[in-house]
C-alpha cells in the first residue's frame, strides 16, 4: 500500500471546466511534489513545496495552480485545461529536500481533457 | 548537459535467470543515484539508492544494483527474476546542487519483461 494517497484516482474534464487533484501524506515528510507521467515514459517535475513554501516551478503554464495547505496536504488546481494535459498526475513527498532522500509517490490521478 | 541512460527500451528475461538492467549517467561531481520501478496503473516505487560507501547497494524485493564511478554506471540487478517482477524501471540521479535540492534526473525508462 502507497502512503501517499491521490484522489480522484480518475477524472475525465472538459477544457472549460475546473477542478483540483488532492494529495495527502502523513509520514512527516516536509517536501513534497506534483509531477506530469505520458505513458511509458518517465515523470516530469512540475512543482515542489518545501515546508509548505513553493520552492521550484518548472515554468509550468499558470492553467496548473498548486496549493500547500498545510505540511500533509497538496493540491493542484486546474483551470482550462487542453487536450495535451491529458496524463498520469504524481504526487510525491520525501523527508526533506535533500538530494539524497528518495521520493515516495502516490498512485496517480489520470487526468482525461475532452 | 546533465543525463541519464537507460540503453535498452525493453529487456526480456526467462524466469529463475538473473536479470540486468542498465544505467549510465552524465552529471558532474558525485551525485545520488536510485531506482524506481513501476507496476501497471500504480505510482513510482522507491528501490533503492546509492549515498557512498559499498559499490554494491541491496533493496527491496531481492534487487540490487552496482555502482561503477569510472564507468558512471549503476546498473540494476537480481539473481533470480520472478514473472512479478515484470514492470517499467527508472534509474534517477540527484545531483549534489544545493539549490536544485529535489530535483532528479530521469532515464527513460526500461520495460522488464519476465516470461514464466
Known amino acids: 500500500d502507497t502512503e501517499v494517497t491521490q484522489t480522484p484516482k480518475h477524472l475525465v474534464m472538459g477544457m472549460t471546466n475546473k477542478k483540483s487533484l488532492k494529495c495527502e501524506q502523513h509520514m512527516g515528510h516536509r517536501a513534497m511534489y506534483w509531477y506530469k507521467q505520458k505513458a511509458k515514459k518517465p515523470p516530469e517535475l512540475m512543482f515542489v513545496y518545501s515546508y509548505e513554501k513553493l520552492s521550484i516551478n518548472e515554468s509550468v503554464p499558470s492553467r496548473f495552480s498548486p496549493e500547500c495547505p498545510n505540511s500533509s496536504l497538496l493540491n493542484l488546481h486546474l483551470h482550462a485545461l487542453q487536450p495535451e494535459d491529458s496524463a498520469l498526475y504524481l504526487c510525491a513527498s520525501s523527508q526533506d529536500r535533500g538530494n539524497n532522500q528518495p521520493q515516495h509517490f502516490g498512485d496517480g490521478t489520470r487526468l482525461s481533457i475532452l | 548537459a546533465q543525463s541519464v541512460a537507460q540503453p535498452e527500451d525493453q529487456v526480456n528475461v526467462a524466469e529463475g535467470n538473473p536479470l540486468t538492467v542498465k544505467c549510465t549517467y552524465s552529471?558532474?561531481?558525485?551525485?545520488?543515484l536510485f531506482w524506481y520501478v513501476q507496476y501497471p496503473n500504480r505510482g513510482l516505487q522507491f528501490l533503492l539508492k546509492?549515498?557512498?560507501?559499498?559499490?554494491l547497494v541491496k533493496g527491496s524485493y531481492g534487487f540490487e544494483a552496482e555502482f561503477n564511478k569510472s564507468q558512471t554506471s549503476f546498473h540494476l540487478k537480481k539473481p533470480s527474476a520472478l514473472v512479478s517482477d515484470s514492470a517499467l524501471y527508472f534509474c534517477a540521479v540527484s545531483p549534489k546542487r544545493n539549490n536544485q535540492g529535489g530535483k532528479l534526473i530521469f532515464g527513460q525508462g526500461t520495460e522488464l519483461s519476465v516470461k514464466p
Open positions: 546509492y549515498i557512498t560507501g559499498d559499490n
Open positions: 552529471v558532474s561531481g558525485n551525485p545520488y
